[in-house]
């Protein structure tokens, strides 16, 4: 044990994603280095008697400061977005690198690693969104970027300027493999998504309630399955973003089933609200309005059962934060039909306390749960692991002290991002984030933030276990079943 702490944070209640404790953690030089019973003093204290203390959150999907395909920027800059997310208890975030098309990769990457260096207050690390993937960014630039430590790929498969076709998408993941990154995806049919909103528009359905309509249920899991099918074929491991309904879950769990490498996640807004919440007059309803749209309370359930079997792993915000006003949600003018709206809603800040409302205070599978959730398995799945998401010797010391008494009714303004409303406004919940450290330092204290602009730091990472292919070829890709044909 070092002869002094820097910091100990005392007689908490302890939880990891498998145990629970009365503990003391000390704290040197941004680490754990002790984790027991009346630990020495510390240079700073930090009293936990009668908190629970968990592991900082890891956000897996947030985007932020990031330019749409629209042109249209989020509410947000890192700075805010990383301060609404320490507020929430998230003390690592993985954010975007968006791609346009024309656009090179390496100069992407470059320009939003500036901008999360000048404002990040918490940890971050990066997802490449690929829309155009040309032969120098498969051949030169992803491998590249890879060795620096970007390790994941975002694809989408919706989105007249964002989807790639099925060829690229086979392109990509090969090239992902090849490289030793992940895939994430957004799986959505985008032909389904686009003859229904033309048809909506065309008969005058426009309010932002259509949008739901116009992405039609079965859009989600004919994607997913299709992505799956061309990930087998590849035997490239994916992980598939935001699952909405219950057939996704059901895709998923059958290949999971079948040993696959799929993983999945799931977000606050298909947990806790559904379509009827887009059911408001006039435009108002676009404050609800995210892609995959929320379904109904039988998805929720379904979803619900989907993380407590494992066949979903992790809930992330998918933090999208477009104002209500010109800037953002009503860029097009003041009477847009649904397909002119901005998608995405803000949740970096909320997802914690509405998580810990829902598994904590309400006991729904429970805390233990709700760290692996929110912090664990995210570490595990991208590689940030043993230095994030545990309380364990040896890890970064990023641990939020929750008070699980307190009731806070989320409101308008309330929370600290600059989306300047929350879809969740009204809402009571129990257990708030009282005290944040990150890396040893207490960030968030009694309702204030500390912490500088720029005093985030990258998190470089390899694709790590969940990237490694299984090495299952199948019989078409494997040169002893398909005449020699060497295709990978
Ligand atoms: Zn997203």
Not at 58 to 87: K, M, P, R
Not at 99 to 126: I, P, S, W
Not at 128 to 138: C, F, G, Q, S
Not at 298 to 306: N, P, S, Y
Request: hydrophobic share 40%; proline share 5%; glycine share 10%.
């Amino acid at each position: 044990m070092p002869e002094s702490f820097d910091c100990v944070v005392r007689g908490g209640r302890v939880a990891t994603a498998v145990d629970e404790f009365d503990a003391d953690i000390g704290i040197k030089d941004g680490v754990i280095v002790a984790i027991g019973r009346s630990l020495p003093a510390g240079a700073s204290e930090i009293d936990a008697r009668g908190r629970l203390v968990l592991p900082g959150g890891i956000d897996a999907h947030a985007h932020i400061e990031q330019l749409s395909a629209a042109g249209i920027v989020n509410a947000d800059t890192f700075e805010s977005a990383t301060t609404s997310a320490a507020f929430g208890g998230t003390t690592t975030v993985i954010c975007f690198a968006a791609q346009h098309r024309g656009m090179n990769l390496l100069t992407v990457v470059g320009d939003y690693m500036a901008l999360a260096r000048k404002g990040a207050v918490v940890d971050y690390t990066f997802h490449m969104i690929l829309t155009d993937p040309t032969e120098a960014t498969l051949k030169e630039h992803v491998p590249a970027l890879v060795a620096q430590g970007h390790s994941t790929l975002k694809v989408f498969m919706t989105y007249d300027l964002l989807n790639v076709g099925d060829e690229k998408l086979l392109d990509i993941l090969l090239a992902a493999r090849q490289n030793k990154a992940l895939v994430c995806v957004h799986a959505e049919n985008h032909g389904m998504i686009s003859w229904m909103s033309k048809r909506l528009v065309e008969k005058g359905y426009t309010a932002p309630k259509y949008h739901t309509i116009s992405h039609p249920r079965g859009s989600e899991a004919e994607a997913i399955n299709r992505l799956i099918t061309f990930a087998e074929l590849i035997d490239q491991p994916i992980m598939i973003f935001h699952v909405s309904t219950a057939e996704g879950v059901a895709t998923i769990r059958q290949a999971r089933g079948r040993g696959l490498k799929v993983f999945a996640e799931t977000c606050p807004q298909y947990l806790f609200m559904t379509a009827g919440d887009l059911d408001k007059p006039g435009l108002e309803g676009a404050k609800w309005m995210c892609s995959p749209p929320p379904r109904t309370q039988a998805d929720q359930e379904a979803i619900w059962q989907g993380l407590a079997l494992g066949d979903l792993q992790t809930v992330t915000s998918d933090h999208a934060p477009y104002a209500f006003d010109a800037t953002g949600k009503l860029s097009a003018g003041p009477n847009p039909t649904f397909k002119q709206i901005a998608n995405g809603l803000p949740g970096i800040e909320a997802r914690l306390p509405l998580l810990f409302d829902a598994m904590v205070s309400k006991g729904r599978l429970g805390v233990q749960k709700f760290v692996e959730l929110t912090a664990t398995a995210p570490a595990k799945i991208y590689n940030l692991q043993p230095r994030k998401g545990s309380i364990a010797i040896g890890a970064d010391a990023d641990i939020v002290v929750w008070d699980r008494e307190r009731t806070v009714t989320l409101a308008d303004g309330l929370l600290h991002d600059r989306t300047g409303y929350t879809p969740y406004a009204g809402r009571t919940l129990t257990g708030w984030p009282e005290t944040v450290l990150r890396r040893g330092v207490a960030i968030v204290r009694a309702g204030h933030i500390t912490a500088k602009a720029g005093s985030g730091a990258f998190l470089p990472r390899s694709g790590g276990a969940a990237a490694t292919p299984l090495n299952r070829p199948t019989a078409d890709m494997d040169p002893a079943r398909n005449f020699g044909a060497l295709l990978c």
